[in-house]
């Protein structure tokens, strides 16, 4: 038997990638006490596991993020947090998860441990387990210290039709919270702006809130999560499978001051900052003040709100009418935002 | 939000659109060019255009950095980044311009150049720090607004004694390039262009003014008989730019007024002019996309910081490029059309796929016009 990791000052090399005794160590002392559960624990080539009763959800995401470490959260947690949510969307229960890690040479065994210990409180929170996991090492410079694939397995019960097809005229549009502070946060803590704003992720699971609003009986049309390209790309998204119009109103849209001051000073538009604990979600308008009580009798919904509405269809799919009367096109963006120079 | 929120109330707006409606009843039309691209921006984000009466045309101006340079410049970025050894670092907004045969920065990248998007010159000053065997050369644009930040990392280099970073300088200037939009007769060009730009009035800079000072553009009103309102850019600022313009206009006043008085002053900031008189000298003549050769219209390194001069380190050549021959950058840059009027605005040209610059850029007016302009058809049909 080996010495035991030094988790302090140790860092991973090439040999804790080869598959032997040192990778199985990594496994043993870094992933496994955060991650146990006795499907994982049994360390079978597969996990087994019993088909519960309705449809299968799967959804799966791969996490890049830089800085790793962020206000609100970390690589970690939004692991979690990003496939869950994704599988809750469709008004599934998230139930198991798979996680892959690609990890470069000389990451910090510390950075490894406190990264599988914030994944493991993520998924306890969000009540699932990862029954299955991988991890590769690749050279210094071919990555950037760790990234994450997660895929997440959920049911959904035969009733539940939620779908970005199903938006029709006349519906509301209720996001679940302010917008845009996860995306914020992320740009805010980069270290060349050197901007000192109190801004934290939104970065949650959202499974409660989703079952509290599928309990209330409420048809839900459409129902996304506005991860990357924000609200307006999710919107603009559901706009077009459905092939209907969308209008929102500046003035309905929650966003915090520091999200805006962030927006403000970089030039970038905060609807199309990243939420990784908010929802958007269609329903018929008479359904809309109930689903609203609902979500806002939820912790994770307190300050839900109704933003805007469903229209018939029309060239353009999202309009955004500012509190002046003016109106603007929200439209599907070409690749980054990228901060004016002028 | 504090000095954002009392600019965007929506009681003052529509006061003033009611005030701007019934001043420019006087005349059939007012033509009024906002000349700095952020201006464009703000327009066409808080839908403004559409609120304005039908007599009030808003005709986009040059004012936007990453338009106006020209193809030549930005193949020779594209080659100087490809060069061994060299990191090149760029503002994001730059690594999607098209150069010859729609060779972009970003695909430079995507090929194994060294190319780094950061936003402050002073980072480009750090990585060649930190990378003391490689060439880090800065690819320098904007007007008078970052141009100091570029004299700054200029002379934090020389003192730190950092010898690898370079700066590809092409920062241009303001004044000679409206004088060009307003000496313009409209003599070179095609159809719609005969008789130039003919504008009564222009939303003068206001980050540049902030700088530069509100006295840089009296020649404006004094030979060109043309009123100047220096405005901000939220959409009170904008309005009462406008209704400004209006008044001056009514009033046959052709003056130099400023309503972003909280942030420009008439001397401007003499500390970044001072730093950029140290650093940088007038360039004899510089290319413009859309103008052409201007002279005295862009600044270079002095002969102090020749050392850190990436163009006379690299001997940097310019072949003769031209632009898409469908693309009509250059009409739009000197307020002779619409972006809606090149033939392929929309169609082939997108912002997934610029054929000119002014598809690129944020502030760019055809990417404006694209993202946004469709508010005016909602505006009127609904």
């Known amino acids: 038997m080996s010495r035991r990791l030094d988790i302090e000052h140790g860092v991973i090399d ?77 008004g599934a229960t998230p139930l198991y998860m798979s996680v892959g890690f690609i990890i470069e040479e000389g990451t910090p065994f510390s950075t490894l441990k406190r990264v599988a210990e914030s994944m493991g409180r993520a998924a306890r929170d969000a009540g699932v387990s990862i029954v299955a996991a991988d991890t590769k090492v690749v050279k210094k410079g071919e990555a950037d ?35 845009g502070d996860h995306g914020a946060a992320v740009l805010a803590c980069r270290e060349e702006f050197g901007m000192k704003v109190d801004l934290q992720s939104d970065s949650q699971s959202l499974g409660d809130l989703v079952a509290i609003m599928l309990a209330s009986g409420v048809d ?76 806002q009798s939820h912790p994770k919904g307190e300050h839900a709100a109704i933003i805007g509405g469903v229209t018939g269809k029309r060239e353009i799919p999202l309009i955004l009418h500012s509190t002046f009367g003016g109106s603007r096109v929200v439209s599907v963006l070409t690749g980054d935002q990228m901060p004016r120079i002028c | 939000m504090k000095f954002i929120d009392e600019y965007r109330d929506s009681t003052l707006v529509r006061s003033l659109l009611e005030k701007i409606t019934k001043a420019a009843s006087r005349r059939e039309s007012y033509r009024l060019m906002e000349f700095c691209g952020g201006h464009t921006h703000a327009f066409y984000r808080y ?34 980044a490809g060069r061994e050894g060299v990191i090149f670092c760029s503002y994001g907004d730059m690594l999607r311009v098209p150069g010859s045969n729609g060779k972009s920065l970003l695909k430079a990248k995507a090929e194994g150049a060294d ?39 200029l002379k934090q280099a020389e003192q730190q004694k950092v010898d690898n970073f370079y700066v590809f300088c092409n920062h241009v200037l303001t004044p000679p390039a409206m004088q060009a939009v307003l000496d313009y007769d409209g003599s070179s060009d095609g159809e719609e262009a005969g008789d130039g730009c003919l504008i009564d009035g222009i939303v003068g800079p ?37 209704l400004m313009l209006v008044h001056q206009i009514n009033e046959g006043r052709a003056e130099i007024e400023n309503q972003y008085a909280r942030v420009v002053k008439a001397e401007g900031n003499p500390e970044a002019i001072r730093l950029m008189d140290e650093v940088f000298e007038l360039h004899g003549s510089f290319e413009w996309r859309g103008f052409g050769m201007l002279a005295n219209s ?11 001069d990436a163009e006379l380190q690299y001997q940097v050549e310019y072949p003769k490029a031209s632009d898409h021959k469908a693309c009509r950058c250059a009409d739009v840059l000197r307020g002779l059309i619409q972006p809606e009027k090149c033939s392929v605005f929309g169609k082939v040209c997108r912002p997934d796929n610029p054929l000119g610059a002014c598809m690129v850029s944020s502030e760019g007016a055809c990417a404006a016009a694209y993202s946004y302009g469709g508010a005016m058809e909602v505006n009127h049909g609904s």
């Open chain 2, 47 to 80: 839908g403004l255009i559409p609120l304005l009466p039908d007599s009030i045309e808003m005709v986009h101006g040059p004012g936007c950095p990453v338009c106006v340079l020209p193809i030549s410049r930005i193949d020779a970025a594209v080659e100087l």
């Open chain 1, 145 to 179: 210290q760790l990234y994450i694939t997660s895929t997440c397995f959920g049911v959904v019960a035969e009733d539940v039709q939620i779908g970005a097809d199903r938006a029709r005229e006349g519906d509301s549009v209720i996001v679940s919270g302010f917008i």
């Open chain 1, 220 to 295: 839900i049309r459409c129902m996304r999560d506005p991860t990357r390209g924000g609200l307006a790309t999710s919107l603009n998204e559901i706009a077009a499978t459905s092939g209907v119009g969308i209008e929102i109103n500046e003035s309905a849209v929650p966003v915090r001051e520091g999200v805006r001051a962030v927006s403000e000073l970089l030039g970038l538009d905060s609807l199309y900052f990243a939420c990784e604990g908010r929802l958007a979600v269609i329903c018929a308008a008479k359904d809309a003040d109930r689903l609203l009580a609902c979500m």
């Open chain 2, 298 to 308: 862009a600044q270079k390194l002095s002969s102090t910081y020749a050392a850190f």
């Open chain 2, 115 to 153: 190319i780094r998007m950061i936003y402050s010159p002073l980072d480009a000053v750090k990585i060649a720090g930190q990378n003391p065997d490689s060439q880090v050369i800065f690819f320098a644009v904007g007007f008078e607004t970052t141009a100091p930040a570029t004299a700054l990392a």
């Open chain 2, 206 to 242: 206001g980050h540049v003014s902030a700088i530069i000072g509100s006295g840089a553009y009296s020649f404006v009103a004094e030979q060109n008989r043309i009123p100047l309102v220096i405005s901000g850019f939220e959409p009170v600022d904008l309005l009462e730019a406008v």
């Open chain 1, 14 to 90: 090439m040999s804790f990638g080869a598959g032997g005794m040192a990778s199985a160590q990594l496994t043993r002392e870094i992933f496994a006490p955060e991650l146990s559960n006795p499907i994982l624990d049994r360390m079978e080539d597969g996990a087994v596991i019993g088909m519960p009763s309705g449809r299968l959800v799967v959804s799966t995401d791969s996490h890049v993020i830089s800085p790793i470490f962020f206000p609100g959260g970390d690589i970690g947690s939004l692991a979690i947090h990003g496939s869950v949510n994704d599988v809750s969307m469709m």
